[in-house]
T-cell receptor, first 112, second 113 residues
């Protein structure tokens, strides 16, 4: 079956750096997404990795190692508005096409 | 431009009734997905439409759930004989094509009493 693991909660300080890890065991891997979800709102896209390595986009970076089944999301210069749930999602290639399998999310709390 | 829209935003229904949830994807997006999210849980995949291909229904939890997509655009998710465990937020997402990022609608919060 498909298995995606991320920490349930993390706390960090405003201005600091935080790394949110995601490990996965899936078949038919076809890329990994990170989404941000504020309470009561829909998820919004942050990043997509399909090849090994680091993708940087402003304060956010995402890393993928396909051989290790591992990804992380790195958030720099944390701001209070970064308090949200961060969802790791694996894109699976199925007989019918592509579908995303989501982890349960990491609730990040940014404190002063 | 307009994003993904869903209606209704909230729906309260009695156990045993049928409900219909609607999703209007972003114009031109060929891929459409339905998910549900229970309180404090991750997103659970329900069904995926891609162009005119047969949908991937592998995530539908029971035969009480069905979905259709008319004209490659609007989609409706129907839940028959609702049960209390169907209470959740139902999210729709669209994508310009598979493997691209998905854009989510605001969701429909379904409460079955």
């Amino acid at each position: 079956g498909q298995n995606i693991d991320q920490p349930t909660e993390m706390t960090a300080t405003e201005g600091a750096i935080v790394q949110i890890n995601c490990t996965y065991q899936t078949s038919g891997f076809n890329g990994l997404f990170w989404y941000q979800q504020h309470a009561g709102e829909a998820p919004t896209f942050l990043s997509y990795n399909v090849l090994d390595g680091l993708e940087e986009k402003g304060r956010f970076s995402s890393f993928l190692s396909r051989s290790k089944g591992y990804s992380y999301l790195l958030l720099k210069e944390l701001q209070m508005k970064d308090s949200a749930s961060y969802l790791c999602a694996v894109n699976l290639l199925t007989g019918g096409g592509n579908k995303l399998t989501f982890g349960t999310g990491t609730q990040l709390k940014v404190e002063l | 431009g307009a994003g993904v829209s869903q209606s209704p935003s909230n729906k309260v229904t009695e156990k045993g009734k049928d409900v219909e949830l609607r999703c209007d994807p972003i114009s031109g997006h060929t891929a459409l997905y339905w998910y549900r999210q229970s309180l404090g849980q991750g997103l659970e995949f329900l069904i995926y439409f891609q162009g005119n291909s047969a949908p991937d229904k592998s995530g539908l939890p029971s035969d009480r759930f069905s979905a259709e997509r008319t004209g490659g655009s609007v989609s409706t998710l129907t839940i028959q004989r609702t049960q209390q465990e169907d209470s959740a937020v139902y999210l729709c997402a669209s994508s310009p094509r598979p493997q691209k990022e998905q854009y989510f609608g605001p969701g429909t919060r379904l409460t079955v009493t």
